[in-house]
Each structure stands twice: as structure tokens, then as C-alpha cells.
């Protein structure tokens, strides 16, 4: 079936860059998403990769998806104390599937100053 | 655009009561998702509609919920005689399909407490 696994916690010095990863199980996956969530909030879409590019880049942040061993990571270079918060990796499914997410557990990312 | 709305933010209960949430998606977008969140955990899907249509449920939807989307705009997601473990964040998120990356845009959540 589809699962998505990523790290629990990652803590980082501001300035510093974090990478968060994740993997996924379903190759027929057509996007691929990084969604941030702050405490009691909803989630905030980051950016998104489709699965035939192999990186995105979008001002602090860089995607790498590895599709052979089903592997996305998301940089965040020059880690601000802002940007702590929950990550999350996500999967949609082929067009068929209604394009529902597929999400992981959730990366906690603390910055610490 | 002023995003996607839930309402209300928060539903304190009791075990055995109804519960019904709204929620309001960005104007253009034909596509309308719930997903529920419990602590320490990524969102799971619920269900979704097209327009009015809904299209696909999650074997996590039990026959206590029900979820109407009536004129294609706002939709309702009703629980029935709650139980302790409904309680979690219910999220709606709306989307356009047919789009380069559909991505689906989250409203801020509506959090559950069921005593």
C-alpha cells in the first residue's frame, strides 16, 4: 500500500541549513509536496515537485527527489527561528485517485539561536 | 482569494453528541477534501467531493460520518453520536483540477474534544 515515513525531529542552528527527508512507497506518485504546519494551525503548502523533475528550487528552499530509490529531502538554507514548525512530506496519486495526499508523520524542525 | 475557511475553530462535545463542521473553499476551485489529523500524526484523508459530487470515501469515514458538499460551493461534515476517538483536528483543504500540480490549499482546521 502507499506509505510516506520521514524523521520525527531535526534540530539546527539559525544559519545553519536543515535537511528533512522522506520516503515514499508509491511509484506511481505524480506530485510530490512539502507542507509546513505551525502550533495549532493549518498546513501551509511549501512547494511541490512533479515526478519526472529531479530538482526544484524556490528562494531558501531546494527539493531533491530521487525517484529510483524513492527519496525527496527539502533544504532550507539560512534556518530562521520562523522556521520552526512541523514539515510534512506528501504523495498524490495518479488522476484517478482524485489527487488525494498521502501524508508523513510530520518532521519537527527546532532552530535554535 | 481569502483561502479556505472552517467553522468553528474549535467543538468541545460529549460523548454521544452530534457534531457538524463547515467548511468554506477558495472560490474557483471545483475540488473539496477532509482530512482528519490526530496528535502526532500527518493528515489522513476522509473523503472528497467534485462539485457536488462525492467521489471518493476512506474506509476511516465509519457510517457515523456523513459529508455533503449541496451546491458544489460549502461543505458540511457531520459526526454522529461521537465517540472519544473522534476527537483530532478535522481539516478541509480545496484545490482546481485539471492544473499543472493540483495543490490543495488548507484551512485552518477545525480542533475536536470529545469528553
Known amino acids: 500500500g502507499e506509505d510516506v515515513e520521514q524523521s520525527l525531529f531535526l534540530s539546527v542552528r539559525e544559519g545553519d541549513s536543515s535537511v528533512i527527508n522522506c520516503t515514499y512507497t508509491?511509484?506511481?506518485?505524480?506530485?510530490l509536496y512539502w507542507y509546513k504546519q505551525e502550533p495549532g494551525a493549518g498546513l501551509q503548502l511549501l512547494t511541490y515537485i512533479f515526478s519526472n523533475m529531479d530538482m526544484k528550487q524556490d528562494q531558501r528552499l531546494t527539493v531533491l527527489l530521487n525517484k529510483k530509490d524513492k527519496h525527496l529531502s527539502l533544504r532550507i538554507a539560512d534556518t530562521q527561528t520562523g522556521d520552526s514548525a512541523i514539515y510534512f512530506c506528501a504523495e498524490s496519486g495518479t488522476y484517478n485517485q482524485g489527487g488525494k495526499l498521502i501524508f508523513g508523520q510530520g518532521t519537527e524542525l527546532s532552530v535554535k539561536p | 482569494d481569502t483561502g479556505v475557511s472552517q467553522d468553528p475553530r474549535h467543538k468541545i462535545t460529549k460523548r454521544g453528541q452530534n457534531v457538524t463542521f463547515r467548511c468554506d473553499p477558495i472560490?474557483?476551485?471545483?475540488?473539496l477534501y477532509w482530512y482528519r489529523q490526530t496528535l502526532g500524526q500527518g493528515p489522513e484523508f476522509l473523503t472528497y467531493?467534485?462539485?457536488?459530487?462525492?467521489?471518493?470515501k476512506s474506509r476511516l469515514l465509519s457510517d457515523r460520518f456523513s459529508a455533503e458538499r449541496p451546491k458544489g460551493s460549502f461543505s458540511t461534515l457531520e459526526i454522529q453520536r461521537t465517540e472519544q476517538g473522534d476527537s483530532a483536528m478535522y481539516l478541509c483543504?480545496?484545490?482546481?483540477?485539471?492544473?499543472?500540480?493540483?495543490?490543495?490549499?488548507f484551512g485552518p482546521g477545525t480542533r475536536l474534544l470529545v469528553l
Open positions: 508509491d511509484s506511481s506518485s505524480t506530485y
Open positions: 472560490s474557483e476551485h471545483n475540488r
Open positions: 483543504a480545496s484545490s482546481r483540477s485539471g492544473g499543472a500540480g493540483e495543490t490543495q490549499y
Open positions: 467531493f467534485q462539485n457536488e459530487a462525492q467521489l471518493e
